[in-house]
């Protein structure tokens, strides 16, 4: 099974104590041969992920940060990372793997940048019933993985819902997101694809709740 290199890591250290292009047009060439293999292994991960779920799109991010509005001006980051996509607009959610020594890898699993109509619909729907999602929030299994959900929420009520709703405290997320992190000797063990992959597996009954909810309307009836 394809595995993560170690020289990865080493690569990705030495780069966050030398964030300059000298240094790095100097290790371009290793960065080539190590951007190679790590594309390779999210190729492993994808592969395994389309054997229980529609994948329809996978990218690796560029190791080129854009700096033009931002105070931080270090031109590269120091982590690789992957996203898979699931086919739309029937499949909701998405797929983040982050590769970073020092203990600082993980998987992150969720809706990062809804849309406004779809923000709107969840609350509707939390509004009305918390039921379901707090079973598969506080399912032993899922916490186990993904402990709570995390992602920027509203300071106070959204328009439209008082700061007393018993649910306000789901209501007033803007993002849904979870994570799990990894150690350094995980990353580089001979299985890390099929953990990703099982961390992912484990993420389904909430992808499948909400792809429900974001296809139907208040009546359960399709919009799509």
């Known amino acids: 099974m394809t595995t993560v290199p170690k020289e990865a890591l080493v690569f990705l250290d030495k780069l966050k104590k030398n964030n300059n292009r000298e240094w790095f047009n100097a290790h371009k060439d290793e960065f080539k ?14 592969k395994l992920m389309k054997k229980h779920d529609d994948i329809s799109e996978s990218k690796a991010y560029r ?24 086919r739309k607009p029937e499949l909701r959610g998405g797929y983040y793997l982050h590769i970073e020594p020092g203990g600082n ?20 729907e939390w509004d009305m019933d918390t039921t379901e999602i707090r079973q598969i929030l506080s399912d032993k299994n899922f916490v186990k993985i ?3 959900m995390e992602g920027e929420q509203l300071k106070s009520a959204p328009v439209g819902y008082s700061r007393e709703n018993p649910n306000i405290d789901l209501i007033n997320y803007k993002q849904w997101l979870f994570r799990h992190s ?11 694809a099929k953990k990703v992959d099982s961390g992912y597996k484990t993420i389904r009954p909430l992808f499948d709740y909400m792809s ?11 919009i799509i």
């Open 33 to 46: 041969t190590l951007e190679t293999q790590m594309k390779a292994f999210y190729l492993e991960v994808e």
């Open 63 to 86: 190791i080129y940060r854009d700096i033009r509005f931002s105070k931080d001006k270090t031109p590269f980051k120091h982590h690789f990372a992957a996203y898979f996509g699931r």
């Open 105 to 124: 890898s993980m998987i992150g699993a969720g809706f990062w940048n809804p849309v406004k109509d779809d923000v709107d619909r969840v609350r509707k």
């Open 146 to 148: 993904w402990h709570k």
């Open 182 to 192: 990894f150690t350094d000797e995980e990353v580089l063990s001979s299985d890390f």
């Open 212 to 222: 429900e909810v974001l296809t139907t309307d208040l009546n359960g009836v399709s």
